[in-house]
């Protein structure tokens, strides 16, 4: 039998047809055990390819695309940071929107080619703004609970659920990305959602500055990660953390677009 990994469905993005620990995940395995459906087999790759690789790229790719509509990034990244209440309604009110008039993505997701960036790109989006709320509500309820570092569960707790969050603002930021340079439609509607993840990333490193020393248990770790190489055939997902772009102090490193 295998070792179960102690909390590790605590802190995870819930895409278990994606994920390297189901088999040792006490939540999917107790799923199973009640009859739940379980991880679909067959249904998606486990890697993303045009989802990979350098945030600080996404970055620059996307700052070409928002000049088309007049939209500065280096504006938005600089803008001050949302206060924290701004930060909750927006969140709720970004998930809300997407759903309402999410009719655009259908084609995409009902596509089983997956060679295609855009069903890639579209399939990444439609999961990750879904997690956005709940992430963004219990990062910062956490928050509320305690300020001092020896306060044990809810500092970590605010700051690890934080790290999530920023992972899912980020690769939706890219899944964004990729559908603009595609022509996919409506572009209006694309860069509206764009434009709300960077001012919600950037707000939430300011909000935990301290977040990179925060990473969820075993995720970001030997020999998790190395196991996690295997799992999606060396094509990780977007971290901006492990790349070094996200610094102590809500600092982006340099050279960091």
């Given amino acids: 039998m295998t070792d179960q990994l102690s909390g590790i469905a605590n802190y995870c993005f819930r895409w278990c047809e994606r994920c390297p620990f189901t088999d040792r995940c006490g939540v999917y395995s107790l799923g199973r055990e009640l009859g739940a459906e379980g991880r679909q087999q067959n249904t998606m790759p486990r890697a993303f390819p045009a989802l990979s690789g350098s945030y600080a790229d996404f970055l620059r790719r996307l700052e070409k695309q928002l000049m088309v509509d007049g939209v500065s990034l280096q504006e938005l990244e600089t803008d001050p ?3 924290v209440a701004e930060i ?8 809300i929107e997407y759903l ?11 596509s089983a080619n ?3 960036p855009s069903v890639q790109a579209a399939h990444a989006l439609n999961w990750y703004v879904v997690m956005l709320g709940p992430k963004v509500q219990r990062c910062l309820h956490s928050r509320e609970e305690t300020t001092e570092q020896g306060d044990g569960f809810f500092y970590e707790d605010a700051r690890r659920t934080a790290y ?4 899912c603002l980020a690769r939706a930021t890219a899944a964004v990305t990729v559908l603009l340079e595609r022509s996919v439609s409506p572009r209006s509607r694309l860069v509206g959602l764009v434009v709300q993840f ?3 990333t950037e707000s939430i490193r300011r909000v935990f500055p301290d ?4 990473p969820p248990p075993h995720w970001d770790q030997e ?13 990780l997902p977007l971290h901006p953390f492990l790349e070094g772009m996200w610094r102590y102090g809500g600092e982006r490193a340099p050279g960091g677009g």
Avoid: C
């Fill in 211 to 214: 977040v990179s020393l925060y």
């Fill in 88 to 95: 909750k309604s927006r969140s709720r009110s970004m998930v």
């Fill in 198 to 200: 960077i001012r919600l």
């Fill in 114 to 116: 997956f060679d295609d």
């Fill in 164 to 167: 999530l969050t920023l992972l």
């Fill in 100 to 110: 309402s008039a999410s009719q655009w993505t259908r084609p995409l997701l009902q």
């Fill in 81 to 83: 940071p949302l206060p």
């Fill in 223 to 235: 020999p998790y990660l190395s196991e996690q190489l295997a799992f999606y055939g060396g094509v």
